[in-house]
């Protein structure tokens, strides 16, 4: 079974340019949740989406992020207009339909964005 | 709100020594906690969980958590490290605080580094 997929693996864009992450979950995970670690912090939570609604985005830092999960498949997180303070790792991880709080997630290996 | 404490950003250890790293949590209704360990260029992966069954909980690759109710505590450990076991190490709680269910609160994370 294939894990959680994210692309790119690395990006590096100018101040102002726009970036769009995506994910894929494992196929059949109805749970897909974006987190981010800025250097030097914690892993912080962004948002959920359970199939394609959009369950708690109160981690979203402000209206330049916009996620979404069309089909309730992959899912895309896109960056307009980047910030110098958007540069992090961004991981996205599933898990499935079921017990949310207890279930295990299932992390992707991260984009690394670099704005400069 | 919740939050967790790990203490020190970096934890150095013989090979065959005892490794301990410590995690404190902070919740207002009763946690869920989990370990989780990410290798160079990897994702995520769960070590293991607290879901309020056992209290000692036993994971992968030899490592076991205590869960410490009277000292909001749920340190990992392993009885001999391996030089395998050089990663970065995430101490992670989520409760459900009946809004709905909110993504992980992570530490700041723990490098484990295996001296020879």
């Known amino acids: 079974e294939a894990g959680v997929t994210q692309f790119p693996s690395h990006s590096v864009i100018e101040k102002g340019q726009t970036v769009t992450l995506r994910c894929d979950p494992i196929?059949?995970?109805?749970?897909l949740y974006w987190y981010r670690r800025v250097m030097g912090k914690e892993i912080k939570f962004l948002l959920h989406f359970v199939k394609e609604s959009k369950q708690d985005e109160s981690g979203m830092p402000n209206n330049r992020f916009l996620a979404e999960r069309t089909g309730g498949t992959y899912s895309t997180l896109k960056v307009q207009p980047a910030e110098l303070e958007d540069s992090g790792v961004y991981f996205c991880?599933?898990?499935?339909?079921?017990?949310?709080?207890?279930?295990?997630?299932?992390f992707g290996p991260g984009t690394r964005l670099t704005v400069l | 709100a919740q939050s967790v404490t790990q203490l020190g950003s970096h934890v150095s250890v013989s090979e065959g020594a005892l490794v301990l790293l410590r995690c404190n949590y902070s919740s207002s209704v009763p946690p869920y906690l989990f370990w989780y360990v990410q290798y160079p260029n990897q994702g995520l992966q769960l070590l293991l969980k607290?879901?309020?069954?056992?209290?000692l909980v036993k994971g992968i690759n030899g490592f076991e958590a205590e869960f410490k109710k009277s000292e909001t505590s749920f340190h990992l450990t392993k009885p001999s490290a391996h030089m395998s076991d050089a990663a970065e190490y995430f101490c992670?709680?989520?409760?459900?605080?009946?809004?709905?269910?909110?993504?992980?609160?992570f530490g700041k994370g723990t490098h484990l580094i295996i001296q020879p």
């Open positions: 196929s059949g995970h109805d749970n």
């Open positions: 607290y879901t309020s069954a056992a209290t």
């Open positions: 991880a599933s898990s499935p339909a079921g017990h949310i709080i207890t279930d295990t997630q299932y």
């Open positions: 992670a709680v989520r409760s459900y605080s009946g809004g709905g269910a909110d993504g992980l609160t």
